[in-house]
Nanobody, 125 residues
Framework: QVLLVESGGGLVQAGGSLRLSCAAS????????MGWFRQAPGKEREFVAA????????YSADSVKGRFTISRDNGKNTVILQMNSLKPEDTGVYYC??????????????????WGQGTQVTVSS
């Protein structure tokens, strides 16, 4: 079992930055592929970014490339999503997720076994 707890969401103006953190406990963290997803009101949950267990492979959605960066600290069992140049369309609930196998580039949420409770990000225009 893996417990994931997100933090760092909030309200920010367009063009601003936020840093989301996800703390993991339970299963060996470095064995997990970690991902971030988001869900806007009335829309399906969508892939944002993912990172391999060792942190050497990352993959991001086209909509956030060049603005968002995913990283991890296996010593602290933490994954970070640094979000810069935020846009109103980035608004939503952001979820941290983990899976024990599969491909980092697989955007499907179905492969992720564990989910956090989510943190709200609101970008005002």
């Amino acid at each position: 079992q893996v417990l994931l707890v997100e933090s760092g969401g909030g309200l920010v103006q367009a063009g601003g930055s936020l840093r989301l953190s996800c703390a993991a406990s339970g299963r060996a963290f470095s064995s997990l592929i970690m991902g971030w997803f988001r869900q806007a009101p009335g829309k399906e949950r969508e892939f944002v970014a993912a990172i391999s267990g060792g942190g050497t492979i990352t993959y991001s959605a086209d909509s956030v490339k060049g603005r968002f960066t995913i990283s991890r600290d296996n010593g602290k069992n933490t994954v970070i999503l640094q979000m810069n140049s935020l846009k109103p369309e980035d608004t939503g609930v952001y979820y941290c997720a983990a899976k024990g196998s599969g491909l980092v580039a697989d955007r499907s949420r179905l492969g992720y076994n564990y989910w956090g409770q989510g943190t709200q990000v609101t970008v005002s225009s």
